[in-house]
Nanobody
């Protein structure tokens, strides 16, 4: 089992920056990737970014150029640096992890609220 704990959410103004962190614990040695999803009010959960073993990253087009994902393997931690935040970025942000061989993200954090005021 893997446990994921997010931190760093909060209330900010449009244009501000915020960094989310997610620490993994437990059976972390066979994690293939760690990433972030978000779910805004009245919206479906959507992919934001992922960081794979080996260093490659993928960022959703909706946040590309504003959000950056990074991963510290030694600390089993993934970060989401968010800049130029917009009210439409308001959402609960979830950390997720996928093991080698799993067909989909199979571990999820509890989520952290990010609210961007205009």
């Amino acid at each position: 089992q893997v446990q994921l704990v997010e931190s760093g959410g909060g209330l900010v103004q449009a244009g501000d920056s915020l960094r989310l962190s997610c620490v993994a614990s437990g059976r972390t040695f066979d994690l293939y990737a760690m990433g972030w999803f978000r779910q805004g009010p009245g919206k479906e959960k959507e992919f934001v970014a992922t960081a794979r073993n080996g260093g490659s990253t993928i960022v959703a087009d909706s946040v590309k150029g504003r959000f950056t994902i990074s991963r510290d393997g030694a600390k089993d931690t993934v970060y989401l640096q968010m800049t130029s935040l917009k009210p439409e970025d308001t959402a609960v942000y979830y950390c997720a992890a996928i093991q080698y061989g799993a067909g989909a993200y199979n571990y999820w954090g509890q989520g952290t609220q990010v609210t961007v005021s205009s």
